[in-house]
């Protein structure tokens, strides 16, 4: 592999500049490495400049090796690959040097991960702080896999491949925040294409639950009954479901209609929580799996110096500057705040290597040619719920994601077809002092003391600890533990606690979901944001409010009467489900209100909001709404963060969705994820993405359109895609 690149490498202007720039990079990076690490040593300046040309020829003929033998690894075997790569290479090219000293093997790992770390400072200053080195380098690796694939099928006449869509997921990005970014200028490349009138901004409203699960499932299938929250109580099974677990998300995914996936046809699914019926999965958590042998690009950036080692070091920055940024609340008293420790110093820096490693997958999906790629990015709902939403470490990271858009654009122009760029969020996110802050206790300690009057000791079961940012993780490690070989080993081995059934589950929802089993509580409290479900587990089916009141006679009221509760919505035998307020109720049915509109401080779509969340499977017996602060639009979490999403009140109902401005929306606004699948459908439709849907699907269409729910809609393109 080596011998076919050094024949077929040319010499051109970019390529002589590229390698004078690496041998004063090189230069200056092992120069600083032998100046930090006392146990190695070079005789003299001459020494070190052949050491120069050693690391780079040993390197351009181990890389090759390296990376095939990854490649054959899979998806773990790479990833411990890459942390020894840069050593494996340093030590080789100092053992041919002669003039040079080594101590051992270790000091030579260690110097390789301080020369990662000293190259990643000098590309950033030679850069500007940009990530041009790391583009150059995903050029290159598309350019290998563009020619593999030309190999093993014959090119397509010109015109006959149709463009391509790449999608890609803001996490929690709210459109009014996005929209006062961009008027600022802190997000240049969205500001050029609006300005550039290349492309458009909408806003759509998500509905609730606003979660992520939710939304996905409504994106990717058009189903919008199947997940009522982040996690959910099922009476039927008597169990705990958590979308954050990979055996749960693969559940629920099976629920959803069949044959109706937005990428269906060949399209790609990267770092989601559902596949979309997608014929490639990568980093998904309803499919639990590292990318595998036939993920090029996963193996190249494990063993790439400007990939997993960069992005570990980037990582490291990151986690430093987490630690100032959260001692910085605490010093000048930032309101309202959480901690941010614990899991949360771990999981940050993890997003630095997710957000290269999804570059890098995409850019391998977009040299293979793929029809249609649809990848999340999480870094900005991580750091807002921690952080806040409008905080300047949460802007942060919109600016890191708009550079990334910008990557993605350069990284287009080498792709097997053309990309068309769609952006979108799939929730918002509302800030505020949660719930326990402001009333010194939970949610489930309130209901605690209201059922059977507070007399007997009732402890309901309770889901309420965050759990969303485990996904990913557990995704990774599940695939980990599933493989052969001895990395595989060590690794159940390390996690042998958390693992159950093949499936690893770090965070607190196997604990949680374990409690409610063994006790089997009479009620079951769940969080997601600032949405809250109360079940009644020894019924059956969703219960009304007489019998809520029989078995609990202070429950109803007392909730409706807690000032952190803004309302609570509850099935009546005659009126179905009615939202209640400290002074006034609203039936949704209907629309009749008593007394004060409890719906009022939640804007003109709540209450066709909750109608539709009452018809949801599996939803809660009761279904509470933190209060909304006036003016400020605060919100009050059951969940312990101070940006957070899943119910109703500010922005966590308003998402993105950036698009060609030659495309037309289904409506305008879009109202429901279910809303933004169909225009994405009929804008893949107009492109010639789309196969006939089979006759199961296309009786399920039927079916559902008979039950009220809209068909795919024709949505016009332009002639020219934007």
């Known amino acids: 592999m080596g011998l076919r690149a050094l024949l077929g490498w040319r010499p051109t202007?970019?390529?002589?500049?590229?390698?004078?720039?690496?041998?004063?990079?090189?230069?200056?990076?092992?120069?600083?490495?032998?100046?930090?690490?006392?146990?190695?040593?070079?005789?003299?300046?001459?020494?070190?400049?052949?050491?120069?040309?050693?690391?780079?020829?040993?390197?351009?003929?181990?890389?090759?090796?390296?990376?095939?033998?990854?490649t054959v690894l899979g998806g773990f075997g790479a990833l411990v690959l890459g942390a020894m790569v840069q050593g494996i290479v340093l030590y080789v090219a100092l053992w041919f040097a002669p003039d040079t000293h080594v101590a051992n093997l270790p000091v030579v790992f260690g110097a390789s991960w301080v020369a990662v770390a000293l190259a990643a400072l000098v590309n950033w200053f030679a850069d500007a702080g940009t990530d041009d080195a790391f583009v150059s380098e995903t050029v290159r690796l598309m350019a290998r896999v563009r020619r593999i694939e030309e190999k093993q099928r014959s090119a397509l006449p010109p015109g006959a491949c149709p463009d391509g869509v790449l999608i890609v997921q803001l996490?929690?990005?709210?459109?009014?925040?996005?929209?006062?970014?961009?008027?600022?200028?802190?997000?240049?490349?969205?500001?050029?294409?609006?300005?550039?009138?290349?492309?458009?901004?909408?806003?759509?409203?998500?509905?609730?639950?606003?979660?992520?699960?939710?939304?996905?499932?409504?994106?990717?299938?058009?189903?919008?009954?199947?997940?009522?929250?982040?996690?959910?109580?099922?009476?039927?099974?008597?169990?705990?479901?958590?979308?954050?677990?990979?055996?749960?998300?693969a559940e629920v995914e099976r629920r959803l209609a069949g044959d109706r996936g937005l990428l269906r046809d060949g399209g790609v699914s990267i770092s989601n929580v559902f596949s979309g019926d997608a014929a490639t999965c990568l980093l998904?958590?309803?499919?639990?799996?590292?990318?595998?042998?036939?993920?090029?690009?996963?193996?190249?950036?494990?063993?790439?110096?400007y990939g997993f080692t960069r992005a570990v070091v980037l990582g490291i920055g990151e986690l430093i500057r987490e630690l100032h940024q959260a001692r910085l609340q605490r010093r000048r008293d930032v309101r309202p705040r959480v901690s941010r420790g614990g899991a949360f110093l771990a999981l940050r820096p993890a997003t630095t290597l997710l957000r290269d490693l999804n570059v890098t997958l995409i850019a391998e999906q977009m040299a293979r040619g793929a029809p249609v790629i649809f990848c999340d990015f999480v870094d900005y709902d991580e750091v807002a719920h921690h952080a806040g939403p409008a905080r300047p470490e949460a802007l942060d990271v919109l600016e890191s994601l708009d550079q990334v858009l910008g990557m993605l654009e350069r990284l287009s122009a080498e792709a097997a077809r053309r990309?068309?760029?769609?952006?979108?969020?799939?929730?918002?996110?509302?800030?505020?002092?949660?719930?326990?802050?402001?009333?010194?206790?939970?949610?489930?300690?309130?209901?605690?003391?209201?059922?059977?009057?507070?007399?007997?000791?009732?402890?309901?079961?309770?889901?309420?600890?965050?759990?969303?940012?485990?996904?990913r993780v557990n995704a990774l490690l599940t695939e980990a533990v599933a493989r052969q070989g001895p990395t595989a080993a060590a690794t159940r081995k390390a996690i042998r606690k958390h693992t159950r059934d093949g499936e690893v589950s770090?965070?607190?929802?196997?604990?949680?979901?374990?409690?409610?089993?063994?006790?089997?509580?009479?009620?079951?409290?769940?969080?997601?944001?600032n949405l809250g479900m109360v079940y009644?587990?020894?019924?059956?089916?969703?219960?009304?409010?007489?019998?809520v009141e029989a078995d609990h006679p202070e429950l109803v009221a007392g909730l409706v009467a807690h000032p952190g509760v803004g309302l609570v919505v509850v099935d009546e035998a005659e009126h179905g489900p009615v939202a209640l307020g400290p002074r006034g109720r609203h039936r949704l049915r209907d629309g009749h209100v008593e007394g004060d509109d409890p719906l009022a401080p939640y804007g003109p779509r709540a209450r066709a909001d909750l109608l539709r969340h009452q018809e949801m499977d599996h939803v809660g017996d009761l279904v509470l709404v933190s209060v909304v602060e006036p003016g400020i639009d605060e919100v009050a979490a059951f969940e312990e963060l101070v940006g957070s999403h899943g119910g109703l009140g500010g922005w966590q109902t308003e998402a993105v969705l950036l698009h060609p401005a030659g495309w037309t929306l289904e409506?305008?606004?879009?109202?429901?994820?279910?809303?933004?699948?169909?225009?994405?459908?009929?804008?893949?439709?107009?492109?010639?993405?789309?196969?006939?849907?089979?006759?199961?699907?296309?009786?399920?269409?039927?079916?559902?359109?008979?039950a009220g729910v809209p068909a795919a809609a024709s949505v016009r393109l332009p002639s020219a895609g934007g």
């Not at 918002?428 to 059922?451: H, I, K, M, N, P």
């Open 171 to 249: 996490d929690g990005v709210p459109a009014p925040l996005l929209r006062w970014a961009v008027r600022a200028g802190n997000l240049p490349n969205v500001g050029r294409w609006l300005r550039t009138r290349s492309h458009r901004l909408a806003t759509w409203h998500t509905g609730i639950p606003a979660t992520t699960p939710a939304a996905q499932a409504g994106i990717l299938y058009g189903d919008v009954s199947r997940v009522p929250a982040f996690r959910w109580y099922e009476k039927d099974s008597r169990r705990l479901v958590v979308t954050s677990r990979p055996r749960d998300a």
């Open 419 to 471: 990309y068309h760029l769609v952006v979108l969020s799939d929730h918002g996110q509302s800030q505020g002092a949660t719930f326990r802050q402001r009333y010194d206790e939970s949610l489930e300690e309130v209901v605690a003391r209201l059922a059977r009057g507070g007399t007997n000791g009732h402890r309901p079961g309770a889901a309420t600890r965050t759990v969303e940012e485990w996904s």
């Open 13 to 70: 202007i970019r390529r002589v500049r590229g390698i004078l720039r690496n041998a004063v990079t090189s230069f200056i990076v092992l120069a600083g490495t032998f100046w930090l690490m006392p146990g190695i040593t070079a005789s003299n300046l001459v020494a070190l400049l052949g050491l120069v040309v050693l690391v780079a020829a040993v390197g351009a003929l181990l890389r090759p090796l390296l990376l095939a033998i990854a």
């Open 284 to 305: 998904t958590v309803s499919h639990a799996a590292l990318p595998g042998r036939n993920a090029r690009g996963y193996a190249a950036f494990m063993t790439s110096p």
């Open 506 to 529: 770090l965070g607190p929802a196997d604990e949680e979901a374990k409690a409610i089993a063994e006790r089997d509580p009479e009620t079951v409290v769940i969080a997601s944001g």
């Open 667 to 706: 409506t305008d606004p879009l109202v429901g994820p279910d809303g933004v699948y169909r225009t994405l459908l009929g804008w893949l439709d107009g492109l010639g993405l789309r196969r006939p849907a089979a006759p199961a699907a296309v009786e399920a269409d039927a079916d559902q359109s008979a």
């Open 536 to 547: 009644l587990t020894r019924h059956p089916r969703k219960v009304t409010r007489d019998l």
